[in-house]
């Protein structure tokens, strides 16, 4: 019988994605952005990367998987995970300077067990809109 405060075994899901977090904050990191926040969450849901390009305030949900039996990470994100993370992203503008910032949303696929061992990055901006609804890609 377990003891009444036992730690839990940590999710080995938990661990991939700050790893695929990690990359992808490096990543973007590399072409200049400024990593301002990591991992906001408020009531209504959580962004996982908040970075500076330029004029503009990217809010970045970072999706991964092992192999691809079940598709492309990115193609996790849908409606409502977007607003989830537009409703978050405006917590965290709120707090931050304001709504009068210009603001993008982004997604980022990591696939972990690609052939060579390397994960494979696949950068989408303006995913989504302010909206939740699907952007450009």
């Known amino acids: 019988m377990p003891a009444p405060h036992a730690t839990p075994e940590p999710d080995p899901r938990n661990a991939l994605g700050r790893r ?9 990191t590399g072409l200049g952005w400024e990593l301002l926040d990591r991992n906001h969450r408020c009531k209504q849901g959580e962004v996982d990367l908040v970075l ?3 004029p503009y305030v990217r809010f970045v949900e970072v999706r991964s998987r092992t192999g ?6 990115e193609e996790s994100v849908g ?34 067990g690609a052939e060579d061992g390397a994960p494979v990055l696949r950068v989408f901006l303006d995913a989504f809109d302010g909206d939740g609804r699907p952007g450009m890609w």
């Open 20 to 28: 695929a977090e990690s990359l992808a904050a490096e990543h973007l």
């Open 52 to 54: 500076r390009d330029g």
């Open 68 to 73: 691809d039996a079940q598709g492309d990470p």
């Open 79 to 112: 409606g409502t995970k977007a607003r989830r993370v537009v409703a978050a992203a405006t917590d965290w503008a709120l707090s931050h300077g304001g709504l009068e910032q210009r603001f993008r949303f982004d997604v980022v696929g990591v696939t972990f």
